[in-house]
């Protein structure tokens, strides 16, 4: 079973994130575990300090190495030999996208760092961290919403966590591409209607649709996703449909 430790100064921030949705519902089946580790557990001074003034001056503070290593190794031993990465969440990190969602997945397991601050102690991260990961360019108060959005992807691709595998693999970005408009009930909202191709039962031409679609969405709107000189003869007749019929608009 897949199994996490998300190492916080606020671990009832993690624990609240894990009682609902997909990921909570996944920890109730049995399908995968995540426990929130106190950091605080392993700063043994009086006042529990975890942080510290940072060397050659400036603003703010920065995470200490004892107590990061501590936990981490205290962590490793509770799962001997099992090798699990340890994962720091860093804006300085890898991009997060879901063909690296896919490879964590197939990995023993993660210890995910959730950082504070101006920052983790530079030797920490050269000693104990496999890899630094970012969910986006821009910057988080701490490092505990973007180990939240890990967690659910990494959840979502569980097989079972889902109860239906098919929804997770039609997700956006699953084959590299943007997904494709959904629609539900009623048929007609505000004076618009259901696109007539999803009413007729046509299978075969509903996925062509959503193909189409899926194509067209990212080339229009993510166009650094996709590159037409690979796409098969198929796809590039139908990407070239949508790009016609949006001219046409």
């Known amino acids: 079973m897949f199994h996490a430790d998300v190492v916080t100064i606020f671990p009832e921030m993690i624990e609240s994130f894990l009682e609902y949705g997909v990921l909570g519902r996944g920890i109730r089946n049995g399908l995968l575990s995540v426990d929130a580790c106190d950091l605080r557990e392993f700063a043994y001074d009086r006042h529990r300090t975890v942080d510290d003034r940072a060397y050659g001056g400036g603003p703010g503070m920065v995470m200490k190495y004892q107590p990061l290593c501590d936990a981490i190794n205290a962590l490793k031993l509770k799962e001997a030999g099992s090798d699990r990465k340890v994962i720091c969440m860093s804006p300085q990190g890898r991009q997060l996208d879901q063909q690296y969602v896919n490879e964590l997945v197939e990995s023993n397991g993660l210890i995910i760092l959730a950082g504070r601050y101006e920052g983790i102690d530079e030797r920490l991260i050269e000693s104990e961290v496999d890899e630094e990961i970012s969910i986006g360019d821009y910057v988080l108060s701490g490092g505990e919403p973007a180990a939240m959005v890990l967690l659910d992807a990494v959840a979502r691709q569980i097989p079972g966590v889902l109860g239906d595998m098919e929804s997770a693999k039609q997700d956006s970005y ?21 696109p007539q ?4 039962g046509n299978h075969k031409e509903i996925e062509k649709w959503r193909r189409k679609q899926m194509l067209g969405r990212t080339s229009v709107r993510r166009p650094d996703l996709i590159n037409a000189e690979n796409l098969s003869a198929e796809d590039k007749s139908l990407l070239n449909d949508y790009l016609e019929d949006l001219a046409g608009r």
């Open 174 to 194: 699953m084959d590299g591409l943007l997904d494709c408009p959904h629609y539900t009930r009623p048929e007609t909202v505000a004076g618009k209607r259901v």
């Open 197 to 200: 191709v999803l009413l007729n």
